[in-house]
Every structure is written in C-alpha cells, then in structure tokens.
C-alpha cells in the first residue's frame, strides 16, 4: 500500500513538472485562450474598419470573459480609444483596467509624450533613426547637442498610437500597424525596453543572411499557454526566421535572482548564450540543464552580416535606469565585442532600447558613448552626395 501510494505520488510530481517544464499545457487552459484570440482578432478587424460601436460591444464581452489574458490591457485601450471616437466617455474601461494587475496597465493609464510628426513615405538619407516612443526624442536632442549625431543625418520617424500602447498583441495584427522600412544599414533608438519587440519587424525586413547579436540582461523568449507576443517573447519568433542563420545572446544576468527569473522566460536551445552573472548552468525545462558560456569567450559568426540589438538594462545601475533591472556588463565589455565584431563582419545594422522614461543623464551618456564609438568604427559609411 505504501509502495503504491509513493508511485502515484511520484507519478503526479512527474506529471506536474512535465507540463510546466515546457510548452504543453492542460486543454482547458489553451482552449481558453484560443477563444480569447479569436475574438480579439475580430476586435481589431472592427477596430481598423472604424466599426467602433462593434468594438465597444466586443471589448466588453472580452474583458468579461478573459480577465487572465495577457491581452486584456490591449483591449482596454481600444475600447477607450473607439469610445473617445463615439462619446468620449471612457469611463467604463478606465475601471477595468483596474481589476488588472499584469503588464500594461501602468502604460495604458499613463499619458506619454508622442505627438504625431509628419514623415513622408520615403525616408530621408538618414543613418539614425529615432521612433517617436516615450522618451526618444529626448534621446535624439541629447546626441545632437553633443555632437555624437549629425541633425541632418537623423529622422523622426511617428509611429501610430497603437505601437505605442499595444504591448502585448498578435505578432501578425502588430505588424499591421508598424509601417516603418529604414534602409539598411541604420541606427534606429526606440526607448523603453517594453518596445524591445520591434526589432523583430527590423531584422525581418533584411533579404540577406544576418547573424543576430541581442545584448540583453533577459532571454526575452517567454513561452506560455498564450504566446502573446511582446518584449519578452520576441527571440522566439525571431528564431524562426529564415534569414537569422544565428544567434546570440549576450549579457544574460544568471545571479540567483535572475536565475529563477530565467526559468519563467526559458532558454533557447538553438541560440548561443553568453552570460554575466554566476551560474554556470540553468535549468531549460523537461529536466534538462544548459551549460552558459562566459561574455569573454570567442564564439562563431556563420555569416558575413551581422545585425546588433541592444536592450541596454544588460549594464550595472551604475550607466542605467531601465523599467526592467539591471545586468552586470559594464560599456566597455560591451564596445569590446562589438569592435571585435566589426572588424570582421560586415554591419547590417542596430536598434537600442532600454533607457527609462523620462531619460536621465547617466543613461544618456551611456547610450552616447556606445553610439559615438560604433559610428567611429565607419559602419554607417558616408551619405549620398547632396544631403
């Protein structure tokens, strides 16, 4: 009798841990949020075709029936933002909102900064492309007035409303919405490392093969039940693009508190990882453990391009304030692989992102000398004659 009650007990723990060491879940829940994706689908069809009053319907039925989606605040905003078009009154969604407790509710209530600029089409010349998200256009003035950029080498690029506050929405739906094509190669600054996911939307647009280098304190590849898409979850999807032929993550935090922190966001298998921290192997789900390598070791570069992506609460407290906490590479590390890199491979291009908003002057610094001692290494090349 003892025997059979500690197999069954044996059996539950087995089983228990299977489904939560990886991607299986239990039916219920992944039926649950398949019909929560399905009506938001139609939310933003009726959202985009300005049928707001059918919003307004749906957005109520949704907020009443998946109070767990990590999509919920995304609909709250488009119920406000389809009443504000109707009555203005968006009172009722405002109090939602406050059932809330997961990620999005803070940006949602607030009220940030980003006017619309007009921008043409077709870009300018540019090299250096700032996203008019919170706090970006600080960033551009910053680097202007220290010389790091040149004014008429940079462009405003304004980025719909929806950019701004749909941070956790449909891969597919989002890209609808980011209507944003530089030419490569080109700096692009897009703030807040909440937007972090944007850079999928970048690396996609390359029609040549590109080795991807995250610097980035997190994984970024969150993989739950839902699979929203978001700064979390971004590296997933990237991996599955054809033109990535790697990549690599460097500056992953793996001191205790993050270690746990990377459980909840896995590992990637099929990317190299370089970490910053103490732990040497991490637990990646199903039982199995990964051996990390080190920010100093060499690593290999199949292609001939490489594209850099820089969220920048990798680095110590001590060069940044992010919404995110802090890693442990410090500027230098940092410049250090990535002069290493350059002097071999050919620059496709970078994003940065991280720095909290409203940006401070130690973060702008850092962000300065980052920039300024890339921009000396001639990857941007010159300018077409006449600009």
């Known amino acids: 009798m003892i025997f059979l009650r500690n197999f069954l007990l044996l059996f539950f723990v087995v089983f228990i841990s299977f489904f939560y060491s990886g991607k299986n879940s239990f039916p219920r829940t992944a039926v649950y949020y398949k019909r929560a994706r399905v009506l938001l689908e139609r939310i933003d069809s009726d959202y ?76 300018r010349p540019g090299r250096y492309f700032f996203l008019n998200l919170p706090g970006v256009k600080k960033q551009k003035e910053y680097l202007e007035e220290k010389g790091i950029v040149n004014r008429r080498e940079t462009s405003l690029f304004a980025v719909p409303s929806e950019i701004v506050y749909l941070l956790r929405y449909p891969k597919n739906l989002l890209a609808g919405y980011f209507d944003f094509k530089p030419e490569f190669p080109c700096f692009v600054f897009s703030g807040s490392g909440n937007y972090h996911h944007l850079s999928y939307f970048l690396i996609r647009q390359m029609e040549f093969p590109v080795t991807v280098i995250i610097f980035d304190a997190h994984t970024d590849y969150r993989d739950e039940t839902e ?92 060069y940044i304030e992010t919404d995110w906490g802090n890693g442990k590479m410090t500027p230098d590390e940092i410049l250090a692989i990535v002069v290493r890199i350059l002097r071999k491979h050919k620059f496709a291009g970078a994003d940065f992102c991280a720095i909290k908003n409203p940006p401070d002057e130690k973060s702008l610094k850092t962000l300065a000398k980052i920039v300024k001692k890339m921009a000396s290494e001639g990857v941007l090349g010159r300018l077409p004659a006449g600009r």
Not at 54 to 65: Q, R
Request: aromatic share 14%.
């Open 48 to 123: 985009r075709n300005g049928n707001y009053k059918k919003v307004l319907e749906e957005s109520g039925k949704f907020l009443e029936k998946f109070g767990d989606s990590a999509y919920f605040p995304s609909v709250v905003w488009l119920g406000e933002k389809s009443a504000g078009k109707i009555s203005g009154d968006c009172s009722v969604f405002e109090k939602k909102l406050e059932s809330y407790s997961g990620f999005g509710k803070k940006e949602i209530k607030a009220k940030f900064d980003c006017p619309d600029y007009p921008v043409s089409s077709k870009f």
């Open 227 to 318: 699979h929203a898409f978001d700064c979390g979850s971004w590296v997933g999807e990237m991996l599955k693009l054809k033109n990535v032929k790697k990549v690599v993550l460097i500056g992953t935090d793996t001191d205790r508190d993050y270690y746990w922190r990377n459980i909840m966001f896995r590992i990637p298998r099929n990317a190299e990882i370089l970490q910053k921290g103490d732990v040497s192997k991490i637990y990646a789900g199903k039982f199995k453990r990964i051996k990390l390598g080190s920010i100093h070791d060499d690593f290999e570069i199949p292609t001939k391009s490489v594209y850099f992506s820089f969220d920048l609460d990798c680095l110590g407290k001590k």
